[in-house]
């Protein structure tokens, strides 16, 4: 069974940086495309960030480009989302969600999410 | 980037219905669409890829059609415990669009 864990998440003031993780198991994880997709309180689903199974290749939203790096460990079976210059409008459930197997048309497919983690941006 | 668009935002309907929400793509993107369904306080759940192709384990009175820009997802019969939104998305190309959700309410 696929499992997702996401962690890091918590209260940062605007300006600061945070590191997400998540924890995968019930897969081969190198061999997937990894993503994240975060959603804002009472609001809908934006994706953010994907990361190719090995690592070589990332996507980014614009609404984080240049403020956000993504990364995998595929030793430990982890993927991180490094946020810098954090704004109010970052403050979302951050889900982590397993894609699919390259090069297939259903590559960044996300089939299977976690329960995610929660990041607030406040003062 | 690829805009993609829900009609109708919300909608409500009687147990045992057949409820019909469409989505549009900006551009052509083959038959790269999912939709998701998301529970209050759940993690969205992939409903059907591909389209049309039902994920395992999802119940048959789900069903996706469309090819090129126009998407519909369908529930022949509404059940109590289909209330949630529902998102499409394009897998096509990054950057990875979510439409904006359709509310599900059962009358």
């Known amino acids: 069974e696929v499992q997702l864990l996401e962690s890091g998440g918590g209260l940062v003031q605007p300006g600061g940086s945070l590191r997400l993780s998540c924890a995968a198991s019930?897969?081969?994880?190198?061999?997937?495309?990894m993503t994240w997709v975060r959603q804002a309180p009472g609001k809908g689903l934006e994706w953010v960030s994907a990361?190719?199974?090995?690592?070589?290749?990332?996507y980014y939203a614009d609404s984080v480009k240049g403020r956000c790096i993504i990364s995998r460990d595929n030793s430990e079976k982890t993927m991180f989302l490094q946020l810098n210059s954090l704004k109010a409008e970052d403050t979302a459930v951050y889900y982590c969600?397993?894609?699919?197997?390259?090069?297939?048309?259903?590559?960044?497919?996300?089939?299977?999410w976690g329960q995610g983690t929660l990041l607030t941006v406040s003062s | 980037d690829i805009q993609m668009t829900h009609s109708p935002s919300s909608l409500s309907a009687s147990a045992g219905d057949r409820v019909t929400i469409a989505c549009r793509a900006s551009?052509?993107?083959?038959?790269?669409v999912a939709w998701f369904q998301q529970k209050p306080g759940n993690a969205p759940k992939l409903l059907i890829y591909?389209?049309?192709t039902l994920q395992s384990g999802v119940p048959s009175r789900f069903s996706g059609s469309g090819s090129g820009t126009d998407f519909t997802l369908t529930i022949s019969s509404l059940q109590p415990e289909d209330v949630a939104t529902y998102y499409c998305?394009?897998?096509?190309?990054?950057?990875?669009?979510f439409g904006p959700g359709t509310k599900v309410e059962i009358k």
């Open positions: 019930g897969f081969t994880f190198s061999r997937y495309v």
């Open positions: 990361i190719s199974s090995s690592g070589g290749a990332r």
């Open positions: 969600a397993k894609g699919g197997v390259e090069p297939t048309v259903t590559a960044f497919l996300f089939d299977s």
């Open positions: 998305q394009q897998y096509h190309s990054a950057p990875f669009t």
């Open positions: 591909e389209t049309s």
């Open positions: 551009q052509g993107i083959r038959k790269s």
